[in-house]
């Protein structure tokens, strides 16, 4: 936390920041289940298809055998190529045999194919201290009857990734954004390839928190009370409790090692007689640690 550490006695106005930094541990990495779904529609063919077979080859040989991995496609329907799969060597060549032989034709039916690479995920038996994850690879070219942002992805993060310089970037930004934990990438050209898979990669086997959750609670000063103005999060989704309108909790979905996040709390003190140390803000966070709950609280003096 960074802030002021003593304010008037008046009524007035404080700033709180608040900062949460991923530990950069050296414990083993739980496994990945990344499910692939690509675009196949027509527009996808010649350079861009070439661009995202270049990018699945890349993604393949990152995982390893704690990792599973499941490749969808559509076009003007969906089609899953194969389940989850653990990555060992051998399964590694019948994944890029299937990358490799990927053709593009058809329509564009975004919406289809996520909804298939969420039940890939919904169909697992085993699912306990594992990370989840969507890579969606399109131009982002939807079919007019069709619309990807209208689904709900629960607490999936997906990470959007358009591909060419006249893609369209509204659809996969949306669906993003509208994910815990999502990032949209912009692919122009085959040298942005690898670099936009690699931090995504860098990302997702090196979480150290998941389902990540901060709360901020205004507390008592005498008998009067603190009041929340506004929490500033970014983007990420707020939640005002009904049962407590002076608590906000923030969902930032992972955290990464090393990664820091900010929050700025806006309060608002009321005027006090005499001096005196107190608690002005709560501030509660809980995370899973390999599907192990952790929370963890502390009190803001003022």
Same mark, same amino acid.
């Given at each position: ?9 008046? &009524?007035n106005?404080?700033?709180?920041m ?13 496994? +990945?289940?990344? !499910?692939?779904?690509?675009? %196949? ?12 077979? =270049?990018?699945?080859?890349?993604v393949?040989?990152? +995982? ?7 490749? !969808? ?10 389940? #989850?799969?653990q ?7 019948? %994944? ?17 194919? %996520?909804?298939?690479?969420?039940? !890939?995920? =919904? ?23 069709t ?15 358009? /591909? ?7 659809? +996969? ?19 942005? !390839?690898?670099?936009? /898979? ?6 997702l #086997? ?7 959750h ?6 008592r ?10 929490? =500033? ?33 806006? +309060? ?6 005499? &001096? ?14 390999y &599907? ?11």
């Amino acid at each position: 936390m960074k802030n002021n550490k003593e304010a008037p006695l008046e &009524e007035n106005d404080q700033k709180v920041m608040l900062e949460l930094t991923g530990g950069d541990s050296s414990v083993d990495r739980p496994g +990945l289940d990344l !499910v692939a779904v690509l675009d %196949l529609s027509g527009s996808m063919s010649g350079e861009k298809i070439h661009q995202m077979k =270049t990018g699945m080859q890349f993604v393949i040989s990152k +995982l390893c055998p704690i990792d599973r991995f499941s490749i !969808v496609t559509f076009h003007s329907s969906p089609e899953r190529m194969c389940p #989850l799969r653990q990555v060992t060597q051998a399964s590694q060549r019948e %994944l890029r045999e299937i990358v490799d032989g990927l053709r593009a034709w058809g329509g564009t039916n975004i919406e289809a194919g %996520l909804e298939t690479g969420l039940k !890939v995920l =919904t169909d697992r038996k085993v699912s306990d201290e594992r990370v989840v994850c969507i890579m969606l690879i399109s131009d982002g070219q939807q079919n007019r009857d069709t619309d990807a942002t209208r689904i709900s992805v629960g607490n999936v993060p997906v990470y959007t990734f358009a /591909f060419g310089k006249d893609a369209y970037s509204e659809v +996969l930004n949306t669906v993003a954004a509208k994910s815990m934990g999502g990032m949209f990438s912009f692919v122009a050209d085959i040298d942005g !390839v690898t670099i936009a /898979f690699s931090q995504c990669l860098a990302g997702l #086997l090196t979480i150290a928190a998941r389902d990540l959750h901060l709360t901020v609670t205004a507390s008592r000063v005498g008998d009067d009370g603190s009041t929340i103005q506004k929490v =500033t999060t970014g983007s990420y989704l707020q939640t005002q409790h009904s049962d407590d309108p002076g608590s906000v909790t923030v969902a930032f979905g992972h955290l990464y090692n090393k990664e820091v996040r900010k929050v700025i709390v806006y +309060l608002s003190l009321p005027a006090i007689e005499s &001096e005196r140390s107190t608690d002005i803000l709560k501030v509660t966070y809980s995370y899973n640690r390999y &599907e192990r709950p952790c929370v963890a609280s502390k009190e803001k003096a003022s």
